[in-house]
């Protein structure tokens, strides 16, 4: 029972990889990248650090091409991300039988609504599994029974969400500044390995 | 971290009460009854055999005649059994600060919605956790590996939903063959414990 995790080294994407490892699934954790910016580095890390095999899922930069345009014809980033996400995971699926990701309950996006899970699942002749049964309150008090966490400003040298490359490109297209009108700053919470007692 | 896992014996709930425990949860199973019917025993039973603790919360009639005047009005079980549930919630909710039970992606009812559930745990100062994040069709391939289960046609001597004691008591009002067209027929999967291999 393989199953494709795909993931950024935050708790959510974790905790997930860690649930299905304690449910017997052979856990291969896979980040995105498109070959402008080697975002996947602190995703890696911290997979190994956790001690999960980890792989690149290199996509073609047209899908980000796709993105940037749509985000910077909407002015924000909902719709894009969206996109990037859903055919991330038609990418995961092309290996897999079974792919997952950190979506819980309470996240707005990336999010599939129910139609299209299942239409991806039935298309794709897939298992879809995400944390959409936990909530962020859940998911916090996990994370920190389970991980060491770094809480930190965001930045391009300790993310692996999608923004970076869609920031790295916007600024190439649009100037430094742009990207930084659409995705403001943020504190993330980067897994940085077990807790001392797991 | 104790959580109480609303619970029937079926694959669901039982996925639900293992990945609770595996992540760390002081697991506690709980079938509500209201005194009408015995039908607790075949959940008690799966508990048992799967080596967890299990109680009967006990619940005053008149929810259950609330439910069954509902479900007589409508002609069909739907809202009574989505009232029966989350009242049910809220009585788990009264001495454990995690409830959880195995309402999975697909399941129709009973089943709360987003904001249901955000109600539910900002009154009542709960976590709420599900298997919304599963399909059935990860359940019932997970289930398989870790369960031996019993596909069997429901009975009133198999079963803990509350569709028993609701059948019970309409049976009782209405004469016996009220609840069978309300109800029908269906095949369940009851847990009687673990795989061998487990």
């Not at 402008?36 to 095999?53: C, M, T, V, Y």
């Not at 999608?162 to 995705?183: C, M, N, P, V, W």
Request: hydrophobic share 35%; aromatic share 8%.
């Amino acid at each position: 029972m393989k199953v494709c995790v795909l993931y950024s080294g935050g708790k959510d994407s974790s905790l997930m990889a860690v649930i299905l490892h304690k449910l017997g699934y052979q856990v291969e954790l896979a980040t995105v990248n498109f070959g402008i910016f080697p975002s996947w580095k602190p995703a890696a890390q911290s997979a190994h650090n956790l001690g999960f095999s980890h792989q690149i899922l290199k996509a073609d930069t047209s899908l980000l091409d796709e993105t940037v345009e749509m985000i910077l014809n909407d002015g924000f980033p909902n719709n894009g991300l969206n996109h990037i996400h859903s055919q991330t995971m038609k990418i995961a699926a092309e290996n897999y039988s079974v792919v997952a990701d950190g979506t819980r309950r309470d996240d707005r996006v990336p999010k599939l609504n129910s139609n299209q899970i299942r239409s991806f699942e039935d298309s794709k002749q897939v298992q879809y599994l995400n944390l959409a049964g936990f909530g962020h309150k859940t998911i916090d008090k996990l994370s920190m029974r389970l991980f060491e966490v770094k809480k930190e400003l965001t930045s391009k040298d300790n993310n692996s969400d999608y923004e970076i490359e869609i920031r790295y490109l916007i600024d190439q297209l649009r100037g430094d500044k742009t990207a930084s009108r659409i995705f403001p700053e943020h504190i993330q919470s980067r897994v940085i390995g077990w807790r001392k007692n797991e």
